[in-house]
């Protein structure tokens, strides 16, 4: 029995028939080669958000982010005319990782008029032009001017800064995210400003946790306890109330009875008394702008909208007004950084932090329990007991994603195979 | 006499300021590690009655420019919020189910 409407076909997932309802490999989540090409074709082609404008404040602010699955390590600057840029982080003298705070095996951020390589102390502007070669008249026909960083191609769409490390990306950002995430673009992102940022290093596949995130068939039996002792029922069923898919992007739109107007009986003492929870604080912040992109299956009692935008970007919009963001970097075929950010409008008083406060302590307390069954997938999955699993309807986007890596991958290994050819 | 670190209002709750008024959740969060479920539950049991009319207080000074026993006491009604999930929830120290998992908070307000 289905609460909600599903489309005509009867399930959301043979509305998408090139999905197919049989069962589904995950090869792809423990094959070491498997991940090799993963690499190439999809860190090294898609766009890929490396962080939010907040993370550049004035021009002359800088961060660097490491991306392991695409070899290399990413320099990103406001420059002095307030331009975002993006290059490799690498010096063009001798190759030497050009950026880093205490070890080149650490991300940092900060301010700078200009990058000095600690090896031989070339110096590079913000704009990535090179200023300075020490004892230029030693070498041999050089010309500063044609010794600037390597450029990475770098957008900016809703204030989220995206990198694609391809030569000549197929899609501007723009067109890549598609109509679907790119509605969200007048979302007001830019007035949630407050942020707590959380970071893991696991010991999965970075699908595999991805997985997790974008279905909640798990919530019930797995976390049994979002709800107080009597009313806790691991056979309790969830349905979510809308499932979208554009190109590789996909969305999962939940509906249902708001934490805030739950019967008390339902709630912990806590959770009362702070007026937050882990569907965020109850109070939620008045935003006098439309709240554009938001619930695009338009369903009644919208609760979040949960956005997969290929490859490892996760945006969860709260009804509450605030939003989550998760990215998921893998390391090796069975490792990966993961990064979350809750983001919140700016609390005015102390209630209000601790209300902000208490939802960042419960997204912490459930995402180790997801966090903590990730051993035990990956371990099972690389003990090839089973060699292919069967999917629900209600994890129509863990079907799609694993299908769409196949495809990126496929697609990229037969347009190299042309080039060669 | 010590001098008290919370406002005098809130003298019942200084046995637990030097153990819980910690300005950053690693701390925190590193305190409730090493902290038994019968300390965090007494802590908890004398707090919980106590916050409403502490968060009360605290909202009378400028979130960004609190006295020192003000932020300390917001600072306290922070670990009373950490401390209410191996309390309230999981009556043990960690979630449930956590296995080897961690999760580091590397940025906060």
């Given amino acids: 029995m289905t609460s909600f409407p599903r489309p005509a076909e009867g399930t959301w997932t043979e509305h998408y028939p090139d999905l197919g309802t049989g069962p589904v490999s995950f090869e792809d989540s423990i094959s070491p080669e498997f991940y090799e090409r993963e690499r190439d074709a999809i860190f090294r082609q898609a766009w890929l958000n490396v962080g939010r404008i907040d993370d550049l404040p004035r021009n002359g602010t800088w961060f660097t982010k490491d991306i392991v699955a695409a070899r290399t390590s990413v320099l990103v600057t406001r420059d002095l005319e307030g331009e975002v840029r993006a290059f490799h982080n690498v010096c063009r003298h001798r190759g030497n990782k050009l950026v880093w705070a205490t070890t080149p095996t650490q991300e940092a951020c900060g301010v700078a008029r200009q990058f000095a390589c600690k090896y031989h102390g070339w110096r590079y502007g913000l704009d990535g032009g090179c200023t300075y070669v020490h004892q230029e008249d030693e070498f041999f026909g050089i010309d500063k001017s044609e010794l600037g960083l390597a450029p990475v191609h770098c957008e900016v769409w809703a204030g989220f800064i995206f990198v694609n490390l391809a030569a000549t990306p197929r899609q501007r950002l723009r067109e890549y995210l598609g109509p679907m995430v790119g509605a969200l673009e007048e979302y007001p992102f830019d007035a949630m400003t407050e942020r707590y940022s959380f970071r893991a290093e696991n010991n999965s596949n970075w699908k595999v946790f991805i997985d997790a995130f974008q279905e909640y068939y798990h919530v019930p039996p797995l976390h049994t306890h979002q709800l107080g002792p009597s009313f806790r029922n691991p056979e309790a069923t969830f349905e979510a109330a809308h499932y979208q898919l554009d190109g590789p992007h996909r969305v999962v739109s939940t509906s249902g009875s708001h934490k805030h107007l739950f019967p008390e009986e339902h709630l912990y003492p806590s959770e009362m008394l702070l007026r937050s929870g882990n569907m965020g604080p109850w109070d939620a912040p008045v935003i006098d702008r439309p709240l554009a992109g938001v619930n695009p299956g338009e369903v009644k009692r919208w609760g979040i909208d949960n956005f997969q935008i290929f490859p490892n970007l996760e945006i969860l919009i709260y009804e509450r007004n605030w939003y989550l963001s998760y990215r998921f970097w893998p390391t090796s075929h069975n490792t990966h950084v993961f990064e979350a950010d809750l983001w919140f409008t700016p609390a005015t008083n102390a209630r209000e932090r601790l209300a902000r406060e208490y939802a960042a302590v419960t997204v912490k307390e459930y995402a180790l329990q997801d966090a903590g069954t990730l051993d035990g997938t990956q371990l099972g999955l690389e003990s090839r007991a089973f060699t292919s699993h069967p999917l629900n309807d209600q994890e129509i986007l863990v079907r799609h994603f694993h299908k769409t890596v196949a495809d990126w991958v496929g697609a990229h290994e037969r347009s190299a195979a042309e080039v060669g050819r | ?109």
Wanted: aromatic share 10%; net charge negative; with cysteine.
């Fill in chain 2, 1 to 109: 006499m010590s001098a008290s670190l919370l406002p005098s209002q809130f003298a019942d709750l200084e046995p637990f300021a030097t153990t819980w008024c910690l300005a950053t959740e690693p701390e925190r969060w590193a305190r409730r590690l090493e902290t038994s479920l019968d300390d965090m539950q007494a802590f908890y049991d004398a707090c919980f009655p106590r916050a409403e009319d502490a968060i009360r207080h605290c909202d009378g000074f400028d979130l960004h420019d609190m006295p020192g026993d003000v932020e300390r006491l917001l600072q306290l009604l922070c670990s009373f919020a950490l401390v209410s999930y191996p309390i309230e929830v999981w009556r043990q120290t960690l979630p449930v189910d956590t296995g080897s998992a961690r999760l580091d908070r590397v940025r906060e307000p």
